[in-house]
């Protein structure tokens, strides 16, 4: 399988499935995450990159540690505006 097969194969995986993941492994994931960050040092004065970023959860928290947030990467459209909704919701407009 080459990375574009399986990339294609991914994106077509978790097409719609936002939502149930939401409800299920987000919210695993997001409760782990302060101490990701705990291990990571992050707060004022750090750049964080958030890989397959979610929500966003992980770069919120972070942000309002006082880290920068350089970069947030999602592996789906939906979960880029899913990002995006969580991050305005956060932060305000």
């Known amino acids: 399988m080459t990375a574009t097969s399986f990339d294609d194969h991914e994106r077509e995986r978790w097409a719609g499935r936002g939502a149930a993941y939401e409800r299920s492994f987000g919210r695993l994931c997001a409760y782990r995450a302060g101490v990701l960050l705990d291990g ?3 707060g004022a004065g750090m750049r964080v ?4 970023t979610g929500r966003g959860t992980v770069a919120a928290l972070a942000a309002g540690r006082g880290a920068e947030v350089g970069a947030a990467l999602a592996f789906t459209p939906a979960a ?14």
């Open 40 to 42: 990571a040092g992050a």
């Open 49 to 52: 990159l958030d890989v397959g």
């Open 80 to 93: 880029w505006r899913a990002f995006v909704t969580e991050i305005a919701a956060r932060t305000g407009p």
